[in-house]
C-alpha cells in the first residue's frame, strides 16, 4: 500500500478514501462515487476493526464476502482495495491510541465504551498508510463523522473530512451491514427508527420545539414495535453533541435501538 501510494505522490496525483469494514451496499458506494469525483485516485479500505468492537459486540460474526466487495467496489472505480490483516494493522506490542477527550462522552460512546478510542486510532492509522487529500464518511455514523473531523483537525492532518447522506432503503431504512442480521419480523420493527425520525420532524414543522417531548414521542413510538429495545433517543448540538432542550436551531436527533440481537442506529436534523 506504501509503495503504491509513494508512486501516486511522486506522480502528482491525488487520493481520496473510503475507510470501510466491508460488506458493502448503496451507502459504501455513495462514499465511493463522491470520492470518485474528488481525486485522481480512489482507495478503499475494508477491515473489520477489532479495537472498536466491545468484548460481548459482534466482532466474529460481522457479515464479510471479500470478492463480492472487490466486485462492488471496482463497478465504481474504485482504483485499489486495501485490506490489511488485523496483525498488520496492531502488530504485537501496539500500545499507541487516539482517545478524544469529550465527543465520544455522548451517545454511542455512553452504550460501547472504547469504540470511539478504537475508531479514532484505526482511522489514523489507516490515514497515515494512505495518505489521502480527502476522506469519507458516512452520516448515518454521525458521531463517527464529527470525530473523525476533530480529530484531523486536533492532530493537524492535512486531509479533507467529507460527510456523505445517508443511503436508505426504498422504504427508508438506513442501509447498514447489520441488516443482514434481521428476521422479517425485525426488518418491519427497523423501520420504526426512520418512521420516528419522520415523526419527529413533523411535530418540529408544526411548532413544537420542547426536546424532552419530542424524545418521548419518539421513544414511545419506537417501544410500540415489536422485539425493539430503545438504547438511547437524544436531541444534540450537531457540532458538540451535548444535548439541547429547546430546537430553536437545527439539532441532530440521533436513535440507537436494539431489534432483537442487533443494534441500529439512524439520525436526522431537526430544523426549526
Ligand atoms: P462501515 O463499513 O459500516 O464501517 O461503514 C463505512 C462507511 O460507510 C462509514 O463512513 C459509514 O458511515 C458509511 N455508511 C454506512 N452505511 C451508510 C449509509 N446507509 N449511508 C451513508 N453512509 C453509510
Avoid at 111 to 127: C, D, E, I, N
Avoid at 199 to 215: F, H, P, Q, Y
Wanted: charged content about 25%; proline content about 5%.
Amino acid at each position: 500500500m506504501r509503495q503504491e501510494v509513494d508512486d501516486i505522490h511522486r506522480q502528482g496525483g491525488t487520493i481520496a478514501f473510503v475507510p470501510t469494514m466491508g460488506f458493502f451496499h448503496e451507502g459504501h458506494l455513495a462514499l465511493m462515487r463522491e470520492g470518485r469525483k474528488r481525486a485522481d485516485n480512489l482507495i478503499v479500505s475494508i477491515f473489520v476493526n477489532p479495537t472498536q468492537f466491545g468484548p460481548s459486540e459482534d466482532f466474529k460474526s460481522y457479515p464479510r464476502d471479500l470478492d463480492r466487495d472487490i466486485a462492488m467496489a471496482h463497478s465504481v472505480g474504485v482504483d485499489c482495495v486495501f485490506t490489511p490483516a488485523a496483525d498488520a494493522m496492531y502488530e504485537e506490542g501496539h500500545q499507541t491510541y487516539v482517545d478524544l477527550t469529550g465527543l465520544p462522552n455522548h451517545l454511542c460512546g455512553l452504550s460501547r465504551p472504547g469504540h470511539f478510542r478504537g475508531v479514532a486510532t484505526v482511522v489514523a492509522k489507516l490515514f497515515h498508510i494512505v495518505k489521502p487529500q480527502v476522506a469519507l464518511f458516512g452520516e448515518k455514523d454521525y458521531q463517527q463523522l464529527v470525530i473523525v473531523r476533530r480529530m484531523a483537525q486536533d492532530l493537524n492532518m492535512d486531509i479533507t473530512i467529507v460527510g456523505v447522506p445517508i443511503v436508505r432503503e426504498p422504504d427508508g431504512l438506513a442501509m447498514s451491514s447489520r441488516n443482514t442480521y434481521l428476521t422479517p419480523e425485525q426488518r418491519r420493527s427497523a423501520l420504526a427508527l426512520y418512521e420516528s425520525l419522520k415523526l419527529a420532524r413533523e411535530r418540529v414543522a408544526r411548532g413544537i420545539t420542547d426536546a424532552t417531548s419530542i424524545i418521548e414521542e419518539v421513544t414511545a413510538f419506537i417501544g410500540s414495535h415489536a422485539q425493539t429495545k430503545t438504547d438511547y433517543v437524544a436531541v444534540v448540538d450537531p457540532q458538540t453533541l451535548e444535548a439541547v432542550d429547546r430546537i430553536d436551531s437545527p439539532s441532530l436527533l440521533a436513535v440507537a435501538v436494539w431489534v432483537g440481537k442487533t443494534r441500529l442506529i439512524d439520525n436526522t436534523i431537526l430544523s426549526p
